[in-house]
């Protein structure tokens, strides 16, 4: 799934901190950020995709090819993940700290 460079990815299940604190998973905002050309983006589209599919949270790329502020930013360490808008990993996507990230997302921490 692709989205346009610089829109925030949103998920309309994606629940408060407040509910995780009440025992309630929260949905993390898992984003991919990559670009044309790039073959540790391939590498870390399948890594995404299986640990998301996994954990059954959906997820959205952001090719960040034509937009300079996205480019100027995290142009030289692409792929990069961020969960809730928090750049967490880049360049090789290790799958059991993603996990492990998105783990402590979901429950709020």
Do not use: K
């Not at 930013?73 to 990069?80: H, K």
Request: charged share 25%.
């Amino acid at each position: 799934m692709t989205q346009a460079a610089g829109e925030p990815a949103t998920s309309n299940a994606t629940t408060s901190n407040a509910d995780a604190a009440d025992g309630h998973l929260r949905v993390p905002l898992l984003e991919l950020l990559t670009r044309g050309g790039c073959h540790l983006c391939e590498a870390a589209r399948v890594v995404v995709a299986e640990v998301a599919g996994n954990l059954g949270l959906p997820w959205h790329e952001v090719d960040i090819d034509g937009d300079e502020n996205l480019t100027t930013r995290y142009g030289e360490e692409i792929p990069v993940v961020l969960v809730d808008g928090i750049q967490r990993d880049f360049w090789q996507i290790d799958p059991l700290r993603l996990r492990s990230i998105l783990d402590r997302a979901a429950a709020g921490q």
